[in-house]
């Protein structure tokens, strides 16, 4: 079983910036992808970002350029730096541990999810 938790998230003005940190434990790190995801109330958890163990990235079209996915194997973390932040990108924001069995943006790779963090993004 692997823990997930989440830290970082907020209220900021519309084109500020956020990290997002992902601790995790009791699973070897470095064998997972490590994944961002959001979902707003009402609608489908939808994929953000994901960083394969050797640093390979991938990003959804509405946050690429704006958004960084980065991992610490040393530390067990991974985190997630948002800039440019839009209110459209007001959502709960969860970590998640899993593989590429369906490929990196698909929700049914991962076997591990955080509790979730709130990220909220004013006009």
């Known amino acids: 079983q692997m823990q997930l938790v989440e830290s970082g998230g907020g209220l900021v003005q519309a084109g500020g910036s956020l990290t997002l940190s992902c601790a995790a434990s009791g699973r070897p790190f470095g064998a997972y992808v490590m994944a961002w995801f959001r979902q707003i109330p009402g609608k489908e958890r939808e994929f953000v970002a994901a960083v394969r163990g050797g640093g390979t990235t991938s990003y959804a079209d509405s946050v690429e350029g704006r958004f960084t996915v980065s991992r610490d194997n040393a530390k067990s973390t991974a985190a997630l730096l948002m800039n440019d932040l839009k209110p459209e990108d007001t959502a709960v924001y969860f970590c998640?541990?899993?593989?590429?069995?369906?490929?990196?943006?698909?929700?049914?790779?991962?076997?591990?999810w955080g509790q979730g963090t709130q990220v909220t993004v004013s006009s």
């Open positions: 998640a541990a899993g593989n590429n069995l369906y490929g990196t943006t698909a929700i049914r790779s991962y076997i591990y």
